[in-house]
């Protein structure tokens, strides 16, 4: 039964690990001296991601960016860790221009 006296909150649903790695990926790919493509970016943000474990949470929608303060200082040591192996990996194999020679597939997990 709903209660029409109170104000709707907005809640929204953030994978901690995404925001993170979003956050970072261009500096690790900074670091790591390589491409920086569009094509690069994207594939160093997937491997990173699939190499981490997700953490979705649920926030108030005002409340997104304290939180992920919060987890980036938990988190920032993991994320930075599987960011710079993506990088790395995507260094070896980049699959922009004349490289993309796989089709759509990204990658395969190891």
Partial sequence: MENNNQPETAYVSINVMQALVEEKVDKC???ADMCTCPRCRIDVTALALSLLPSKYVVLHANDTLPMLTVYANRYSAVVTTQLMAACQRIKENPRHGDNDKR????FIRD
């Fill in 29 to 31: 790919m900074a670091e």
């Fill in 103 to 106: 089709g759509n597939i990204a």
